[in-house]
């Protein structure tokens, strides 16, 4: 059963009798906004909201995967596409997945973004979530609901990942900016290190 995470909530990655997961992965989905057209006709309008997720060693940026870098450099964070519409049939429009174990030893923070690139607000986005599964079994592990804390926002610092010893644990953020892409909100991200 999955945890509905609020704000600065964690949760730690080791399953049951103490093994660690070795692979998770994050996934963004949403839906298509209703507009009024002509006449008073709803109509659906693509919304383009893009994940990120930037690799840390320390408080310094040494990666990053997004709709522009599909694969880090190490390859064990692996980005799905851009997708830029939203809707569809499955949960997710765009997933990255994460190989913890093929990270390098360095790296000891994942910090996972969501803006809308076309600068529409949150707000009226429907279905608009992020959610951690085990990527081995595709088992939820936790649920952000960006439709309910996202208001008149373009950003959001959604997650992080940290290592805490040999073990990973993850830290719902949930902090709101503006920004087209991650690159715009250097400052928000930065208070998370």
Request: proline residues 1%.
């Amino acid at each position: 059963m999955a945890v509905n995470l609020s704000k600065g909530e964690k949760i730690s990655l080791e399953k049951a009798g103490g093994a660690g997961l070795s692979k998770v992965a994050l996934g963004l989905g949403w839906g298509m906004r209703q507009e009024k057209g002509w006449f008073g006709r709803e109509k659906e309008v693509e919304v383009d909201l893009d994940a990120s997720c930037l690799l840390f060693s320390g408080n310094k940026a040494v990666d990053v995967v997004w709709f522009r870098q599909l694969q880090s450099r190490c390859g064990a964070i692996r980005h799905s596409g851009d997708d830029r519409s939203g809707g569809g049939n499955s949960a997710d429009n765009e997933v990255i997945s994460v190989d913890l174990s093929h990270l390098p030893g360095q790296v000891d923070t994942l910090i996972f973004t969501v803006n809308s690139f076309l600068n529409d607000s949150f707000s009226g986005i429907p279905n608009a979530t992020c959610r951690l599964l085990d990527a081995a079994t595709g088992r939820e592990l936790a649920r952000f609901n960006l439709s309910l804390d996202g208001g008149n926002y373009t950003g959001m610092v959604m997650a992080k990942l940290y290592r805490d010893g040999d073990a990973w644990h993850m830290q719902a953020i949930g902090d709101k900016g503006y920004g087209r892409t991650f690159d715009q909100m250097g400052e928000l991200i930065t208070r998370h290190l």
